[in-house]
């Protein structure tokens, strides 16, 4: 009927190459197969130790290429940025993983259309004024924040000097995220839980799913 795919680790050494050897896997399978059946996946969790400062990330680039990845028609990704553990490669909540995994299957092959299997991801990320302001897609009945304080962590913003420093974030409605980055000159790019352990993403739409991990242009 389909496939289910849990991402292995080895690949992140070869993280440009995953750009194309993703869904050249995917293709070749269906064209061996002689079908378009769907393929769901796991994307890379949380691992190894968090960063106080933003870095570069071969784990990122991987998770990156497979959001990219979802551009192949009948695919689905079950994102578990939030329950990685830092010392185990392997996170031991796999009843979540499949249940996420699940989700698509049920949406997309099973006929509930009405249960939400999609993380949140930016649709739009905008200047207004000295803010930002990062639309999402798949937001169910809204975006929410888990922080027993309300703070929303993880943004963090480069200039065209290709530096990344933390900024302020918060919600604005149903589907915006704000950010305030006053110490960025000239801001071009946006990451959100970008590294091998972003261990403080904790943003979600109203049914429990993390947003996705995701580096963008600001327009």
Same mark, same amino acid.
């Given at each position: 009927?389909?496939?289910?795919?849990y991402?292995?680790?080895?690949?992140?050494?070869?993280?440009? @190459?995953?750009?194309h050897?993703?869904?050249?896997?995917?293709?070749?399978?269906?064209?061996?197969?002689?079908?378009?059946f769907?393929?769901?996946? #796991?994307?890379?969790?949380?691992y190894?130790?968090?960063?106080e400062v933003?870095?570069?990330s071969?784990?990122?680039?991987?998770?990156?290429?497979?959001?990219?990845?979802l551009?192949?028609?009948?695919?689905?990704?079950?994102?578990?940025?939030?329950?990685? @553990?830092?010392k185990?490669?392997?996170?031991?909540n796999?009843?979540?993983?499949?249940?996420?995994?699940a989700?698509?299957?049920?949406?997309?092959?099973?006929?509930?259309?009405d249960?939400v299997?999609?993380?949140p991801?930016?649709?739009?990320?905008?200047?207004?004024?000295?803010?930002?302001v990062?639309q999402?897609?798949?937001?169910?009945?809204?975006?929410?924040?888990?922080?027993?304080?309300?703070?929303?962590?993880?943004f963090?913003?480069?200039?065209?000097?290709?530096?990344?420093?933390? #900024?302020?974030?918060?919600?604005?409605?149903?589907?915006?995220?704000?950010?305030?980055?006053?110490? #960025?000159?000239?801001? #071009?790019?946006?990451?959100?839980?970008?590294?091998?352990?972003?261990?403080?993403?904790?943003?979600?739409?109203s049914v429990?799913?993390?947003?996705?991990?995701f580096?963008?242009?600001?327009?």
């Amino acid at each position: 009927r389909g496939v289910i795919w849990y991402q292995g680790e080895n690949n992140t050494n070869r993280a440009k @190459e995953y750009y194309h050897l993703f869904p050249a896997m995917i293709n070749d399978w269906r064209k061996k197969w002689g079908k378009d059946f769907p393929f769901y996946w #796991v994307q890379l969790a949380n691992y190894m130790d968090a960063v106080e400062v933003p870095s570069e990330s071969l784990w990122a680039q991987v998770r990156e290429a497979q959001t990219q990845t979802l551009s192949l028609p009948h695919t689905g990704q079950a994102v578990i940025i939030d329950i990685g @553990e830092a010392k185990d490669i392997h996170p031991k909540n796999k009843q979540e993983v499949g249940r996420r995994l699940a989700l698509h299957a049920l949406h997309n092959d099973y006929g509930f259309s009405d249960v939400v299997c999609e993380s949140p991801m930016p649709k739009t990320v905008r200047r207004v004024q000295d803010k930002i302001v990062v639309q999402f897609d798949n937001v169910a009945d809204g975006l929410i924040v888990k922080n027993k304080y309300g703070y929303l962590m993880s943004f963090a913003v480069a200039g065209n000097d290709g530096v990344y420093k933390w #900024v302020q974030a918060k919600v604005a409605g149903k589907d915006r995220v704000v950010l305030s980055c006053p110490d #960025v000159i000239d801001p #071009v790019s946006v990451r959100y839980a970008w590294g091998d352990n972003p261990d403080d993403a904790n943003l979600y739409n109203s049914v429990g799913l993390p947003a996705t991990p995701f580096e963008i242009k600001i327009e």
